[in-house]
Nanobody, 118 residues
Framework: QVQFVESGGGLEQAGGSLRLSCAAS????????IGWFRQAPGKAREWVAI??????NYANSVKGRFTISRDNAKNTAFLQMNSLQPEDTGVYYC?????????????WGQGTQVTVSS
């Protein structure tokens, strides 16, 4: 079982930036895809960005603004979020996505809250 600890969230004004971190336990981190997900108040959780091998994929809503990266040596993934918008508000989580990113491999961590004010 892999556990995730997300951090780096906070309150930011629209147009600002935040960098989220995801620390994962376990020795198989480098072998798996890693994704960032978010859940806005009253909405279903959605995938935001996925890193798989040498490729990355982004949800249309964040494309060009968010960048996912990872440090396999430290079992850590990052999400650099620029040009933040109020609609980016939500709790952000990381996990290993399955082929359909609606499903993930492990239990969710606590997440980190991101609040963007207009």
């Amino acid at each position: 079982q892999v556990q995730f600890v997300e951090s780096g969230g906070g309150l930011e004004q629209a147009g600002g930036s935040l960098r989220l971190s995801c620390a994962a336990s376990g020795s198989t981190f480098s072998q798996n895809s890693i994704g960032w997900f978010r859940q806005a108040p009253g909405k279903a959780r959605e995938w935001v960005a996925i890193s798989s091998g040498d490729s990355t994929n982004y949800a249309n809503s964040v494309k060009g603004r968010f960048t996912i990266s990872r440090d396999n040596a430290k079992n850590t993934a990052f999400l650099q979020m620029n040009s933040l918008q109020p609609e980016d508000t939500g709790v952000y989580y990381c996990n290993v996505p399955l082929r359909d990113p609606l499903f993930v491999l492990y239990a969710w961590g606590q997440g980190t809250q991101v609040t963007v004010s207009s």
